[in-house]
Each structure stands twice: as structure tokens, then as C-alpha cells.
């Protein structure tokens, strides 16, 4: 076990990092994705000081156990300790797992818990490090952030009622739902057999990674406002302005 300097309380929790920088002298900033707690900024006092082993441990991506106090905006870390490994993120997995932490120092709200979403964080992690395909994984991770935020819509029923059809054509009303129209509409159009995949979870394959990826994009600039991801500007600089999976336009 590795601590910061101050006297330990209370149980550790599951959680992760999601963004760290300096402080003070000596001193980390973390934002932090506590299980049962939420996101929330804490101190480690002390942690860049030489040997203490709490600043290896303060990095995104690495599983921990930890506890925080206090009652104000930013709160005091106590004890950190390792929940195993840090996980094997590379390359295009770990532009898409900083994409993730991103999207909830945007979107998550501070100190409310999101059990749920913790768990389906730390699943699409692990299927970053596993090499699981980045666009279906990254389409289905940003489709349960929006329905545990309380936008979710039903990709695989109309507004009416009836099921979508893989090979209709339909218009997502983005405050209303699903409406099927002519192939030569107007506007975003998504096939039903894109919408019935992103519904199930299913794995994405051409033509729908590209339907998929601008719907979810439109979907989330709502709540993400007009700054820019900084984790979309590095994945278009690892490509040369060429995207080719799911951050990019």
C-alpha cells in the first residue's frame, strides 16, 4: 500500500483517474471516478515528493482503491493503493480510453454516484486493453453515458410504437425519438439496420460505423458545447488529419 500524507479514514473504494496535474509544491490534483462516489477533485499532499510511491499510482488507466475526505469542492486524498496492473493501452486504444475520460470530465456532474456507469466504464477500458473494436465500444459507451444522463433515446422504435426496419431509412429527432422517412429526405439520414445495431450493442461494420459515429456526435454536441475535444484534435494529429475510427468526423 502507498498513501498520501495524511491520517487514514473510512473504507477504500474501486476507482480511477481521470485527469491529474500539479499542485503546489509538492502536491497532485487528481480528478478522480470513485465507485458509489462519483467524479470529484482531490489533493495528495506530499505526492511528488521523492519516493513516495502515490504519484505512479495517480495515472489514468491504472485500477485503484482509495479514499478521500473532506466536505468542500476539492477534497483530500488519504490512501491510494494498487487494484493491479495498469492496463495495456496503446496507440489507437489509448487515444479512445483518453476520449472516454474526456467525455466525463465534460459531461458527469460532480458527487453523483453513477454505479452504473462506473461499471460500464471500467468494462470499456478493459476492452481497450483487450483489443475489442474501438468503434462499436466507443459508440456503446457514449450511448450509456447519455442514457445515464438522462438522454437515451430507443434506436429500435419509432416514435409511434412500431419497430424500426433494418432496411427503412429514418431521421432521429434528437428531443423525440425515431421517425421513418424516404431514402431521398432530407437531413442526417441512418439506415434502421445501423439503428437496430447501436440498439443492440452489435458490432459495427462499415457503412454503419460512419452512420453510427455522426449520429452519436450529434447526439452529444448538445451537452458538449462548441469546445473542441482536445482527445478528437490528438487522434487527428496521430493520423494526419485522417481519420479512420471513432473519434474523427
Sequence with gaps: MSGCPAAYQGGLSPAFVLHRRDYSNTSLLVDLFVEGRGRFPAVCKGARRPRNPASALLQPFQPLWLDATGRGEVR?????ESDGPPLPLTGEALLGAFYLNELLMRLLGRDDPHDRLFDV???????????????TLLRRFELDLLRELGYG??????????AVIADAWYLVELEEGVRRVES???????SGRTLIALARGETLEHAPRREARALLRRMLAPHLGDRPLR???????????????????
Design 76 to 80: 483530500t486524498l488519504t490512501r491510494v
Design 121 to 135: 466504464y471500467r468494462g470499456a477500458l478493459l476492452g481497450l486493453a483487450g483489443g475489442l473494436d474501438l468503434e
Design 153 to 162: 433515446l430507443s434506436l429500435d422504435r419509432e416514435m409511434a410504437g412500431d
Design 184 to 190: 431521398d429526405s432530407d437531413g442526417p439520414l441512418v
Design 231 to 249: 482527445s478528437r484534435e490528438l487522434y487527428l494529429q496521430w493520423h494526419g488529419a485522417k481519420p479512420r475510427a471513432g473519434l474523427g468526423d
